[in-house]
Nanobody
């Protein structure tokens, strides 16, 4: 069974940092693009950051300059380094991966709460 498992969420004060990780496990031929999305209470899920298999990245305007997405292809893992966190970054963060021969896969999410 192929799955994505996120980790690293939690409670952090405004201005603080967190690093999210998402590891893919199971029978995987290869992973194309990977991404992080988030969904705040009462809002639609939105794209936060995206990274191609070659390492090209793009970000939502709201997180540019504060968040960094990266990946370790040998470990089938994607990361999201979040700095200068704001209360409006509070959300459940979901990992997404485009798997060759298997298509789109989602993790179950990890909660990030930014509050004093």
């Amino acid at each position: 069974q192929v799955q994505l498992v996120e980790s690293g969420g939690g409670l952090v004060q405004p201005g603080g940092s967190l690093r999210l990780s998402c590891a893919a496990s199971g029978s995987i031929f290869s992973i194309n693009a990977m991404a992080w999305y988030r969904q705040a209470p009462g809002k639609q899920r939105e794209l936060v950051a995206h990274i191609t298999s070659g390492g090209s990245t793009n970000y939502a305007d709201s997180v540019k300059g504060r968040f960094t997405i990266s990946r370790d292809n040998a470990k089938n893992t994607v990361y999201l380094q979040m700095n200068s966190l704001k209360p409006e970054d509070t959300a459940v963060y979901y990992c997404n991966a485009d798997l060759t021969f298997r298509g789109d896969l989602w993790g179950k999410g990890t909660l990030v709460t930014v509050s004093s």
